[in-house]
């Protein structure tokens, strides 16, 4: 065996254990002065009430770039703990020596944690991280792809969500290496989620969500259950509000008359247009001020934006060499907006549909 010294009166390792009637599987022990604790490299939850013995205070500090490296499981909707469910090769948790597969956290920089649900207690895990590092989602799903038959099928997928983007792996990031080793990566509040209806589904599988990325690719997803749909849905509309007020301001190329222009999208006070050579404003609007727009499906992009003195109706045509980016965009910020003034509004998506396109009594049309 081959123990590592985590303190002078404190030793761990792993090793193999047969007991005669079945196969060898892998223990963790934990020697210390007066007590050997041998515990399964897995958990498995079952219901029953939490366990409070052998209660102890340990301290973690996360790495400079990554987490903890551990993962968890449990919470108070399964009427268990949340407990420890997987701890990652030579990342902080493991290197501490102080904690181990099957541990309960009761406790979280003091707060109590043992009647959260799982959602809260990853949300007070995340919060001394900056924002850009959060960890809003991460669950496994399966994506629909076409096979070189041209026949769809199903493939199993693993999404997070992680500070402004999110994240497509073939398996679940365990280092910090693995974050720059996505499949696939974009930014949040510059792509499209929708919750389909029965009516839009594509096969016989239900809880299905698309996301339409920047450049304009759909991709189709599915989960097991309703409430794994649901909790998606919250964890993206988080996320994308999380970012939005995180950067504040947008801002895009784009050519008017043949002039390069530049259109930046404010958290504050809307949409500027200014000349990009002399920096010089072209105009600008309110997020009020914007009663509906169009697009041609390529490049193009029609405002309509009403004047506060005259009440007319402007129109103001850009050219965008990425359409859907800039479209992803508006809806985020204005998705936000309505996030600041309606704490209802993350969770619901059928009120932030509603709510995205009426935010001040005036209506946006986005056609993608």
């Known amino acids: ?10 030793k761990t390792g792993i090793c193999l254990l047969q007991d005669g009637n079945q196969e060898p599987f892998k223990v963790r022990l934990h020697l210390a002065k007066d007590i050997l604790m041998i515990q399964e490299q897995d958990v498995i939850c079952v219901s029953g009430e939490p366990f409070y013995s052998g209660e102890r205070t340990v301290t973690i500090r ?3 770039v990554g987490g903890f490296g551990l993962s968890i499981k449990g919470g108070a909707e ?20 102080l904690l181990f597969i099957g541990d309960a956290i009761l406790q979280i920089n003091g707060i109590n944690v043992r009647k959260c649900r799982h959602e809260e207690v990853i949300k007070k895990i995340n919060r001394n991280f900056p924002v850009n590092q959060q960890i809003v989602y991460m ?3 399966e994506a629909r792809e076409q096979d070189p038959l041209q026949e769809c099928v199903y493939f199993p997928t693993f999404l997070a969500l992680r500070g402004s983007c999110l994240h497509k792996f073939l398996a679940p990031p365990v280092t910090t290496w693995d974050w720059t080793r996505a499949e696939k990566t974009f930014s949040v509040y510059e792509i499209m989620c929708k919750i389909l209806k029965d009516s839009d589904l594509l096969d016989r599988r239900k809880h299905c969500f698309t996301v339409q990325s920047e450049s304009g690719e759909d991709l189709y997803f599915s989960v097991e259950l309703d409430c794994d749909l649901a909790q998606w849905e919250r964890a993206f509309q988080t996320a994308t509000f999380l970012e939005v007020e995180r950067i504040q301001s947008k ?9 390069l222009m530049g259109l930046t999208i404010d958290f504050s006070t809307g949409f500027i247009c200014f000349d990009a050579a002399t920096k010089a404003i072209l105009w600008r ?14 490049s193009k992009i029609k405002f309509l934006f009403q004047n ?11 050219e965008f060499s990425n359409l859907f980016a800039v479209l992803h965009c508006i809806h985020s910020f204005f998705a936000a907006k309505v996030a600041c003034l309606d704490p209802l509004f993350l969770g619901n998506q059928a009120t932030a549909s509603a709510a995205a396109s009426s935010a001040t009594t005036n209506k946006a049309k986005y056609t993608t």
Not at 1 to 8: I, K, Q, V, W
Not at 285 to 298: A, V
Not at 308 to 318: G, M, N, R, V
Request: glycine share 6%; charged share 30%.
């Open 308 to 318: 506060p003195d005259t009440k007319q109706i402007e129109a103001k045509e850009l």
């Open 1 to 10: 065996m081959d123990f590592r010294t985590a303190c002078e009166e404190t």
């Open 62 to 64: 996360r790495q400079t």
């Open 251 to 259: 801002t895009y190329a784009c050519v008017l008359e043949s002039h």
């Open 285 to 298: 609007y309110k997020f009020s001020q914007l009663k509906g727009s169009s697009d041609d499906g390529k």
């Open 139 to 141: 669950g496994w799903c």
């Open 78 to 97: 399964h009427n268990i703990p949340v407990v420890i469910s997987k701890i990652s090769k030579e990342q902080r948790a493991e290197l501490s020596g």
